[in-house]
């Protein structure tokens, strides 16, 4: 069950860290290979697997985990299939490593060059989701970077069994199968020392709850990309066609509310609102979606709640929305700049100059014209999977895929150039 | 003297980023405006600069300062004068706001954009240079960013009308006058307000003394970009060119040693040694250089002192080079990964096939092949000037330019695309 049993933490980070630099310089047919292993494994022990997510789901009844969570924490033969389905998406990826950034010829005839090499050794620690396990791994192989997994004891178990499965593929093709550890063995403590280990791991993203975030972002001493919590806004504009703007509302917000890239707040045009709402709320609220809306909004639908200053900051992760009627553009961009997290925000309009100025002036990672939020996901963008989603502005900002997972080397081919 | 005398501390914050959201929509002709009107009003404002900066030197002279500080404060005509040629060429670079990174057109027809965008406000942290008020703020203005600049209290007075001058550019061409500012006056307080100023700054810069980062990168709760310290270093390889080593090892430590790209040690191929050694040797001794040798260096060169342990951890910033004689190639990587700060290493070889290796398993923000390491340097890579060598491997490495001062943005148009 546990892929190491007995090595101690130090040990499990040196390994990974020596198995970053076969990793770093090993060729893109050879990580594909180990991601093709990776793939057939996962089906060869679904048994195992389905087996020790069995038990981590006891546990969890056990422990009286949410629905949700539980669900989060399922693995069944779809899911499994699905995962695989991933990791053979990855695995047709251009190699980022060794790309060229940008090189020129220096006017003293030195060559300059920048390239994509790995981070080296990625750490991630998330909750009760064995799937990110296998996502993050398989995105960290092609990226040519080890990983260090702490996946959370809901779902030792089932991570224990998936690691042993990357750890087999790896092998399986002469690449070092210390090139994936878990650390969930060691609990708490683990997490906290994976924190402080500068030097040994050279990024580490958190993914889970805005408070496991947050402890990240705060204690930890390697340095961090964050993933963020999504109060995800639409603007309905003055010209927003009412069949796109009920649609994308709905979707946004009832396809899957609880996850980050779901809807909190609908912005409507105040000249369209009367035109616009009736419909787009009718069909949220008949899809069981609580409303919670501004004075105006109640007038228009006597039902909505009264959106109170708390709502507009919340990310409800439930079948809840806030609308508030603007008196424009302008009011909606501001309303955007005080209450967004940054992650994303749509508006639904005819007028080009008003879906530029929405595009260039609010500051998300991700900003759309005519769209769901939904689509802001490394598997929607074409990553095949995402190690989370960047709502910080530096290193990535938006789904992280391979790219995201890299950094960068200049490398100098001189002749005998020296400075003067 | 002070540019915003009687304005707050948060107000100063607070007009940065008002300014730098109308920076981030401005025209690349516009900002180039603002920046020749900058190199124009360096040279027409040279009195005043000057009679400021001699102020700053007679208070360094009462404080004590050293030599190598005083030097590093002093402006004159002739640095004023490189301040515009390099603001000038700034300015001549292709605007990097607005590039597209990649892009494509997914499956369900909806098109995706990565584009950059300015961080948004820029902190810098440094000391008693005040070329770098000069270079960071042309960085950020040509990257649509505002800056907030904390110069130190030693070039108070130069930096108070170096900003003024800034500030007086921006606003001879219509641009937000706050977008460049200075916390000086505020004294260490306003430094530690700065790194708690998450939310009002993007990202912090620290650039100075291996004390000051290291307080930046552990104190600041605004995301930093680590600037550091080199411990460098030059690989001897059994069939190096015994003229390229001789004048690379030279030019790398004499040049000027008291920056970050200056060698601290040379590693040498056994093999070679008898016949490098005393070539390179000569030439480092003969301008002054003290040499610190392993037990084989100093059976060829008796004068060398004994070197420590912890010498090859050192920076020295001085006439001072360690040597040691390695086995070869293998033996070098291993002594650059144990000492190494990830800054610069050179090696001089004629094997392609060493050169190739040296490239792909040294980790760290510049690797080069018979090149000075005195290379590493924005200033040298076409960038006009630098914000600083970052040594870190999230966002950006090596020496950083406008490039490094964006983040990036999705852009996202559909029509009407609902995810299934």
């Known amino acids: 069950m546990d892929p190491g049993h007995g090595v101690s933490f130090d040990e499990r980070l040196l390994r990974a860290r020596d198995a970053s630099r076969e990793l770093a310089t090993a060729s893109g047919d050879l990580k594909n290979a180990a991601l093709e292993a990776m793939a057939t494994g996962l089906a060869n022990a679904s048994e195992k697997i389905l087996a020790a997510n069995a038990k981590d ?17 399922r693995l069944d033969d779809a899911r499994l299939a699905a995962l695989s389905t991933a990791i053979r998406e990855i695995a047709a990826l251009t190699d980022p490593i060794g790309q060229s950034v940008r090189g020129s010829r220096l006017p003293n005839g030195v060559r300059i060059d920048q390239i994509r090499v790995p981070f080296g050794v990625v750490g991630a620690i998330y909750e009760a989701r ?6 993050i791994a398989a995105l960290a192989i092609k990226s040519g970077n080890a990983v ?18 990357i750890q087999d593929a790896l092998g399986s093709v002469g690449l070092p199968s210390g090139a994936a550890q878990t650390i969930d063995e060691f609990g708490r403590d683990g997490a906290t020392r994976l924190m402080q280990a500068r030097g040994l791991v050279d990024v580490l993203v958190p993914r889970g709850s805005a408070s496991l975030i947050q402890t990240v972002v705060t204690e930890s001493r390697v340095p961090v990309i964050e993933t963020g919590a999504g109060v995800v806004h639409i603007y309905l504009d003055e010209t927003a066609r009412e069949d796109w703007a009920t649609d994308i509302v709905h979707n946004a ?4 509310p609880s996850v980050c890239n779901a809807v909190e707040t609908v912005l409507v045009h ?5 035109k616009l709402l009736p419909g787009v709320l009718r069909k949220l609220a008949d899809s069981g979606v609580t409303i919670h809306g501004d004075e105006v909004t109640r007038s228009i639908w006597p039902d909505a709640l009264v959106a109170t200053g708390d709502d507009w900051a919340t990310e409800h992760m439930s079948l809840d929305i806030c609308v508030r009627v ?4 302008d009011e909606a961009i501001e309303h955007i700049r005080t209450y967004s997290t940054g992650h994303t925000e749509s508006i639904i309009t005819e007028s080009v100059s008003n879906a530029e100025r929405f595009l260039a002036e609010v500051d998300s990672a991700v900003v759309m014209v005519n769209a769901s939020t939904r689509f802001t996901d490394g598997g929607e963008f074409g990553f095949g ?3 989370g989603i960047s709502t910080q502005k530096l290193h990535a900002r938006g789904p992280m895929g391979v790219s995201e997972l890299t950094s960068t080397k200049w490398t100098v081919r001189g002749t005998g150039q020296v400075r003067s």
Chains 1, 2 share one sequence.
């Open 57 to 73: 789901l006891e546990n969890g009844r056990v422990n009286e985990l949410s629905a949700g969570l539980l669900d989060r924490l």
């Open 130 to 135: 064995p799937n990110v396990t296998v996502d």
């Open 148 to 165: 260090v997994l702490r996946g959370g004891s809901a779902a030792e178990n089932t991570n224990g069994q998936l690691v042993e499965v």
């Open 253 to 256: 917000k009832v396809q899957r």
């Open 270 to 274: 105040a000249a369209a609102a009367e």
């Open 326 to 329: 603007v008196e424009g553009l």
């Open 385 to 387: 999977a995402e190690v």
